[in-house]
């Protein structure tokens, strides 16, 4: 099938751009390979997206916005896009099922968590080791958790546990937590949270599910174990760039390079939210992203009918 734009990627800035193309009146494809909504979809409680004062569940905020990408003749495909050419100014996308053709493409596939990188972390993913509080969470009622990293991410997240568990120990590697100052404040004051600075997990142990984690503190080196149930890995994130990468520019992380139009450096192939480098990643600027994409999109059709 061709389209004058594929939108790869149904998070806030895939379907924010699929939203202005079809009110644009461009034939607009938007790829997924899992469910719409993106990573904001496992976010409990968005409190920080203007409009909603008393904030708004992640995965109602993201359903509205697909229904509203829908209104406007957006294509929902879900398949996975393994790579992308570009042959006489068009783009073919190669995926698991199926070949696409695009006169124009919005990337917008955001990132994923980064792993530890820890021996026991890929042995027991699923079964205590996860990356998503609001989706594993229920799991862990009444007993104990980890969760690591100092981030926005780690905060949130913990705070959400201390809702279902029994104590939260959360583990960083310093002693400053880098998470904005209102989310700081509610974890130190929340008496389930129990800090552990300085720290890294060397090893997350356990046979059929995790039991307890090798710690390491950063300063002396010194080793020591604690029981847990379960363990959240909150360290960043990784930018979905592998399928695109041999074509467009990115940065020394993986990030997709931008100008002012939010172009990357193919003619043709533009960037919005997560994926591309840029300072600040929230649901608003992922939204924002997504509209001026397609608006750039829609001049540039324009002007290469022109030419
Ligand atoms: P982040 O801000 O990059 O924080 C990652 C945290 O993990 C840092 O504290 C870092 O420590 C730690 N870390 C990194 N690698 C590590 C390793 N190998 N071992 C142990 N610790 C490690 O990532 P994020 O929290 O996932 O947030 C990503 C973006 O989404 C940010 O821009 C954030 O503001 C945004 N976000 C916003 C909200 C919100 O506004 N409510 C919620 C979630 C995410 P150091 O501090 O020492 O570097």
């Known amino acids: 099938m061709s389209y004058d734009v594929i939108i790869i990627g149904g998070g806030p800035a895939g379907l924010t ?3 202005y193309a079809g009110r644009a009146n461009l034939k607009t494809a938007l790829v997924e390979r899992g469910m719409p909504g993106g990573q904001a979809a496992t976010t409990e409680m968005i409190e920080n997206y203007p409009g ?16 509203q990408a829908r209104r406007f003749g957006v294509e929902f495909v879900t398949t996975n896009v393994e790579r992308v050419r570009e042959e006489d100014g068009r783009f073919i996308l190669s995926c698991t099922d199926r070949e696409m053709v695009g006169r124009a493409l919005i990337i917008a596939t955001g990132a994923e968590p980064k792993e530890l990188g820890v021996k026991g972390e890929r042995e027991l993913r699923g079964r205590g080791v996860s990356y998503c509080a609001t989706c594993d969470g229920a799991f862990f009622r009444d007993k104990k958790v980890a969760v690591v990293g100092g981030g926005d991410a780690a905060v949130e997240e913990a705070l959400f546990l201390t809702k279902l568990v029994d104590k939260v120990y959360l583990i960083h590697r310093r002693d400053a937590l880098r998470a904005t100052k209102v989310l700081q404040e509610r974890a130190f004051a929340n008496p389930k949270i129990e800090f552990i600075w300085n720290t890294t997990v060397a090893e997350i142990l356990g046979t059929d599910k995790v039991e307890a984690l090798l710690l390491q503190d950063a300063k002396t080196g010194e080793k020591r174990s604690i029981a847990v149930d379960g363990i959240f890995i ?17 940065d020394e992380g993986g990030y997709l390079i931008t100008d002012d139009n939010l172009m990357t450096s193919i003619p043709g192939i533009f960037a919005a939210g997560d994926v591309r480098q840029k300072k600040l990643r929230q649901v608003i600027t992922a939204a924002a992203d997504g509209a001026m994409a397609a608006v750039a999109v829609e001049k540039y059709l324009e002007e290469k009918k022109m030419r």
């Open 52 to 67: 909603f004062p008393e904030g708004i569940m992640g995965p109602e905020l993201m359903m509205r916005m697909a229904d």
């Open 234 to 250: 909150y360290i960043g994130m990784k930018p979905n760039t592998e399928f695109i990468r041999e074509l467009a520019r990115v």
């Open 17 to 19: 751009a699929g939203l």
